[in-house]
C-alpha cells in the first residue's frame, strides 16, 4: 500500500489529486494541517512494514520524525519519497530520501504539487496531459501568488472552489475532469456558486470600505475595521486601494483576534503581530485582541470618523495626473496636489503652495491623506476647480 501525507491547502490536496491519478486506489491519502502532520506521522511509523511506500509532501516533519523515516528506509529497505518548496525544509535536503526545491533555475517559485508532478512524470508514472499540466500550473501560481500579479482569477476561483466544498467533492470533481477532458474548466454549477460566492465578497467589500478609519499606531499608520470574513481578500484589497496607510488591521471582537496584511515590502506585519502575543509572515499575520491591543486598536479608534473614499470613476482627476491632481478635506478644504520639476510635488491649499516639497506624487498623497484624511474629488468639481483657477494658476507656475 500507497500512503501520502500531504497538507490540507490547495497545493497539498493537488498532491492527493495527482497521487490518485497515478497509484489509483493503491494509494491512501492522508490531509493534515501544519500542526497535525507529525503527529500523524509518527503514529504511521509505529507499525510501517518495508511493504508500505510513503510519500511526504507540502509539509515538513520534524527531526525525531526524519530520523525514523531515515531508519525506515537504510535498515528496513523502506520507501520514502519527501517533496517540499519550503524554505524552512530545505535542511532535511541532506537524507537521500528528501528533495526540497524552492525556485526553479529560471527564477519561478515552485510548489510541492508542480514539484510532485514533475517527480510522477520523471518516473513515468504519470501520463502528460494539457488539462493536468494547465491545474497544475494554477496551483503553483495560487500558492506562490503568482496569480495576484498575472491577475489570474482561474487560480484564485480554483481555490475559492476547494473552500466551497469538502476536500472528498474537490477531489472527486477535479479526478472526474482530469480524467475525461483534455481542457480544464469549471462546470455550470461550479461557475455559478464561484459567481455568487465572489458578488458575496463584493458587496462585502463595499459595506467595508464605508467603515475603515485610520490612526498612527507605533511607528506605522493603520487602517482599521471590523470583520470577520473575506480577511485575505479584504485586506489586499483595502491595502491597495489605501497604499498611503502601513498596514490593514481587521478585528474580529467574537474571536478576539486581529489580522494585519500589508502590500508594502517594506512594512512586517509579523513584528506588529509580536507585540501583541503573535506571529505570521511579512504580509499577513494575526494577534491576539489584548488590553493593550484594545485600546489601541478598538478603544482610540471607536470615536473616529471613517475615510472618504477616492472619485472611484474619474477620467481626468486622477493620480498623477500631470495637470495636478484635486483632493478635498474636512479640516483644510481643498488639496491640490502640483507636479513641479524634476518629478517632485508640491501641495496647494487655499491659494497658497505649502512649503513642503515631496520627492514624488505617492509621498505627496501619503501626507494630504495621513494629515488632513483627504479624498479625491470627483471629475466635475477638478473641472469647475480648473476653471475658476485657469489663471492664476498659469500665472504662478
Ligand atoms: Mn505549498
Known amino acids: 500500500m500507497i500512503h501520502l501525507f500531504t497538507h490540507n491547502d490547495l497545493d497539498g490536496v493537488g498532491c492527493g489529486i495527482l497521487a ?38 507540502d509539509l515538513s516533519v520534524n527531526e525525531d520524525n526524519a530520523k525514523k523515516l531515515d531508519h525506515f528506509v537504510k535498515e528496513l529497505g523502506g520507501k520514502v519519497q519527501f517533496i517540499d518548496h519550503h524554505k524552512t525544509a530545505i535542511h ?65 476561483r480554483l481555490n475559492d472552489l476547494l473552500y466551497m466544498i469538502s476536500i472528498d ?7 472526474q475532469k482530469l480524467t475525461k477532458a483534455d481542457r480544464f474548466d469549471f462546470d455550470d454549477f461550479e461557475t455559478q456558486i464561484l459567481d455568487m460566492e465572489e458578488q458575496k465578497l463584493e458587496r462585502y467589500l463595499r459595506k467595508k470600505r464605508r467603515e475603515i478609519v485610520q490612526k498612527p499606531v507605533g511607528d506605522n499608520w493603520v487602517g482599521i475595521i471590523h470583520a470577520e470574513s473575506f480577511l485575505s481578500e479584504i485586506g489586499n484589497a483595502l491595502g491597495k486601494e489605501n ?4 498596514y490593514i488591521a481587521m478585528i474580529n471582537m467574537g474571536s478576539k483576534r486581529i489580522s494585519l496584511r500589508t502590500i508594502h515590502d517594506d512594512v512586517d506585519v509579523s513584528q506588529v503581530a509580536a507585540k501583541f502575543d503573535g506571529g505570521g509572515h511579512a504580509k499577513a499575520s494575526g494577534c491576539n485582541l489584548n488590553e493593550q491591543a484594545y485600546k489601541l486598536f478598538v478603544s482610540e479608534a471607536f470615536p473616529l470618523e471613517p475615510l472618504k473614499q477616492d472619485a472611484p470613476k474619474n477620467v ?23 507636479p513641479k520639476e524634476e518629478g517632485t510635488w508640491q501641495v ?27 479624498w479625491l474629488v470627483k471629475d466635475e468639481e477638478y473641472v469647475n476647480f480648473l476653471v475658476e483657477n485657469i489663471r492664476r494658476l498659469r500665472t504662478n507656475n
Open 169 to 175: 467533492d474537490f477531489e472527486e470533481r477535479m479526478l
Open 92 to 156: 532535511l535536503n541532506e537524507y537521500s530520501w528528501a528533495a526540497v526545491t524552492v525556485e526553479y533555475e529560471d527564477g519561478r517559485l515552485t510548489s510541492a504539487t508542480s514539484l510532485f508532478y514533475e517527480y510522477l512524470l520523471e518516473k513515468e508514472l504519470i501520463t502528460k496531459r494539457e488539462a493536468l499540466e494547465e491545474v497544475v500550473e494554477l496551483i503553483r501560481q495560487y500558492d506562490t501568488w503568482e496569480w495576484d500579479r498575472n491577475n489570474n482569477t482561474k487560480a484564485k
Open 20 to 57: 490518485k491519478l497515478a497509484f489509483k486506489e493503491k494509494v491512501k491519502v492522508h490531509y493534515n494541517s501544519v500542526g497535525s502532520l507529525n503527529y500523524q506521522v509518527a503514529d504511521f511509523m509505529e507499525e510501517a512494514t518495508p511493504q508500505h511506500q510513503i510519500y511526504i509532501t
Open 316 to 338: 481626468f482627476n486622477v493620480k498623477e495626473s500631470p495637470n495636478g491632481v484635486l483632493y478635498d478635506s474636512k479640516e483644510k478644504g481643498t488639496l491640490f496636489l502640483l
Open 243 to 246: 497604499p498611503h496607510l502601513d
Open 348 to 374: 496647494e491649499n487655499k491659494e497658497k503652495l505649502m512649503e513642503k516639497t515631496f520627492s514624488s506624487f505617492q509621498e505627496a498623497e501619503t501626507f494630504v491623506k495621513r494629515s488632513y484624511a483627504a
